[in-house]
């Protein structure tokens, strides 16, 4: 079982910096990764729930949503390159899913690139079910632009 613990806020500049280096390696195709600043901005939110995969100090994945009253966004999950296909994620979602219900969230949403089949395939098989596409979300390059996917999932 791969161990995922909560991170509470505020961040302290290591874990900030090690966040952002493992989003910047997970999403480098899609030139996507968040900054430590950014990293430690979400994290202090108000509703902010941030979870780690694996060594604090060298997290293998992590998982960030927002509660907002009954609802939840999951913001982000990114996985180390050299652990996918390892089960980082899916610990990661198996553990958020009970946080958020906790916090009488009763409805998670998320959005995800059309071309992460990984991703896609990872939320379907969670029970997520795709409800719409956002055409041209996600900005890959100078002018070029991809669509996202919009998930729903009750957790009642």
Known sequence: MIP????????????????????TLAFKASGRGWSAT???????????????????????GFAMARIAAD?????????????????????????????????????VFLEVGVSNAAAVALYEKTGFKRTARRAGYYRISENDREDALIYKMEII
Do not use: K, M
């Open 38 to 60: 950014e990293i430690a901005v979400l994290a202090e939110a108000p509703g902010a729930i941030l979870l780690t995969a694996g060594r604090a100090e060298a997290p293998r």
């Open 4 to 23: 995922v613990q909560r991170i509470r806020a505020p961040l302290d500049q290591p874990e900030a910096e090690a966040l952002s280096a493992l989003h």
């Open 71 to 107: 609802e939840a966004e999951l913001l982000t999950i990114a996985t180390a390159p050299d652990a996918r296909r390892q089960g980082v994620a899916a610990a990661l979602l198996q553990t958020l899913i009970p946080v958020l219900r906790s916090f009488s969230v009763l409805t």
